[in-house]
Structure formats: C-alpha cells, structure tokens
C-alpha cells in the first residue's frame, strides 16, 4: 500500500525570489524595488544630477575668455545659418535678426496652413518652430547660446536650472554646450569649418535677409470673361462659322454649348499673342 501525500508548495522565502539584477540588461542603474519608481517610468526620467558642463568630461576653460567666447559663437552662429559671421557686434546683431527673420517666415507658413485648411502643424512642424521660439524666449539667437554658456560655466548651474531660466529643455542645454565645446575645440586646433558663403558689407547682409522677408502679395490672376458670340460667325470677320464648345473651361471662359468666338487657330489673327516669346521670335 503506498500513501500519496499531498503537500501544498512552500511558500517563497521572502527575498530569495527576488533577482535584484533581473532587469539589468534594461537599465543597469536602479530597481524599482529600492527606487518605488517603474522602471518603464524610469526610462524616460530625467537622472542627471550633476552639473551640465564643468566638471565631468569637457573642459570649458575656455568659455572664461571672453574674446575666445566670442569667436566660438561667431562660429555657432555660421554654422547654424549657413552664413559665415564674423566676431563683431554688428555681425551678431545680423544674425539674430537673420535667424529671427527665418523664423517668422517660418511661422508664417504654419499660419497660411491653418487659415487654408483648418490644420495644426504636425509633430515635426512644432519640433521645427522650437528653436526659433526657444531664441525669441532668450531675445536672440546669440543671447540664447551666451544665456547657456554663462550659466553653466561662470555660474556653475545644472542644465535644470538653465533649462527653466532659458526655457529650454535641458537636452537642449547640453547638447548647445557640447556643440559649443566642440567648435572651441575646433577652432583652437585651426580646424574649423565654416560656410563658404559671406556677407561683406550692409547691402549684402539686406540682400541676404530679404530672401527670407514675406514677399508682397501677388496680383489676383485675371478671371476670364465669357464673351458671347450669339451668331456663330468667327470674329475674325473670315465669315466661317464657329463650332460649338463641347467641354466648360471656366479659367479660359469657354461654356459648354455656346459658340466658340474664334474658328480654331483664328484668335492669333485679331489678339497678339501673350506670355514667353517663341524661341524663334528672340533669335529674329
Ligand atoms: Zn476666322
């Protein structure tokens, strides 16, 4: 006789269950049991508790030269408007108002959107108006990059702190100071590149901005107006009789079942003709 003992399963001993390091292949940095935060949360939390540039990896001695300063934002400025500036005042006063100009422009055509087709601009379309609006917030384009700089390295702040008082994200504030860090670095070992395009003089800088001005609205196109030929005769007084028109062709005022005015080919003999010249006529 054999006796069958049924037992219930022991119950888990409290913290042998738990593997600390099962989520280590996902992020290696905490668990939500010590944290009591998910780690899907965790995922898109933002854990950067030092400061933004000073001490861990860059070295930004060079942001506490001011003619270095200026030089590397000259550059930044170049790079981002595909424009070379130079380091002077008069230079960077043109460049944020080159970069305010495209933003404008920008704007403009988000608007026309919306007005035309009742839309909102997509993701993409916000993320594209973003800078400008960031460099509006901070009063220019060379403002918000000295307002990042200033902060982080003569004031010490984290790229938190520079984020709210730049109404940026911090992303944004450290990726500007490694960009800029790295042009520091370029333009120390005389590698730099910058556009090939310049703007020399004020006629240049007005000519430059003006590609990017609103152009003044165009002429309302011509409606065309339906002349009635009641007769049928050509009105090239040739004494044919016109044919009916078979199609409508509102943008060339022809109605479907009125005579045509002119025999096909009869036009030219009373209108001169319009638009491009032949290639013929120009040679003649
Ligand atoms: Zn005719």
């Given at each position: 006789m054999?006796?069958?003992?049924?037992?219930?399963?022991?119950?888990?001993?409290?913290?042998?269950?738990?593997?600390?390091?099962?989520?280590?292949?996902?992020?290696?940095?905490?668990?939500?049991?010590?944290?009591?935060?998910?780690?899907?949360?965790?995922?898109?939390?933002?854990?950067?508790r030092?400061?933004?540039?000073?001490?861990?990896?860059?070295?930004?001695?060079?942001?506490?030269?001011?003619?270095?300063?200026?030089?590397?934002?000259?550059?930044?400025?170049?790079?981002?408007?595909?424009?070379?500036?130079?380091?002077?005042?008069?230079?960077?006063?043109?460049?944020?108002?080159?970069?305010?100009?495209?933003?404008?422009?920008?704007?403009?055509?988000?608007?026309?959107?919306?007005?035309?087709?009742?839309?909102?601009?997509?993701?993409?379309?916000?993320?594209?108006?973003?800078?400008?609006?960031?460099?509006?917030?901070?009063?220019?384009?060379?403002?918000?990059?000295?307002?990042?700089?200033?902060r982080t390295t003569r004031l010490k702040l984290e790229s938190v702190t520079v984020a709210e008082a730049m109404q940026c994200t911090p992303q944004v504030v450290r990726r500007v100071l490694d960009k800029m860090h790295h042009v520091a670095k370029d333009l120390a070992a005389g590698t730099c590149r910058f556009p090939k395009r310049t703007v020399a003089d004020e006629t240049a800088k007005q000519e430059h901005l003006a590609k990017y001005l609103p152009?003044?609205?165009?002429?309302?196109?011509?409606?065309?107006?339906?002349?009635?030929?009641?007769?049928?005769?050509c009105m090239c007084n040739c004494g044919q009789m016109t044919e009916r028109i078979k199609q409508n062709e509102k943008w060339k005022g022809r109605i479907k079942g009125e005579f045509s005015m002119f025999c096909p080919g009869h036009v030219s003999r009373v209108k001169k003709p319009t638009g491009r010249p032949k290639k013929a006529a120009v040679a003649a």
């Open positions: 054999t006796v069958i003992q049924v037992l219930p399963p022991a119950p888990p001993r409290r913290g042998v269950s738990f593997d600390r390091w099962q989520f280590a292949g996902r992020t290696a940095r905490a668990s939500s049991a010590r944290s009591g935060i998910s780690h899907a949360d965790f995922a898109s939390m933002h854990v950067h030092h400061s933004a540039g000073a001490p861990h990896r860059n070295d930004y001695s060079w942001a506490h030269n001011d003619a270095t300063v200026r030089e590397v934002l000259a550059a930044m400025l170049s790079k981002s408007l595909y424009v070379r500036i130079q380091p002077t005042l008069e230079d960077i006063r043109f460049a944020d108002k080159l970069f305010e100009t495209k933003g404008q422009r920008l704007f403009e055509r988000f608007h026309k959107y919306w007005l035309r087709h009742r839309v909102v601009p997509s993701w993409y379309g916000v993320e594209s108006m973003r800078p400008y609006d960031q460099a509006k917030l901070a009063g220019g384009l060379s403002k918000f990059f000295l307002g990042i700089l200033y152009k003044p609205p165009k002429k309302p196109m011509k409606q065309p107006v339906f002349v009635p030929n009641p007769t049928g005769l």
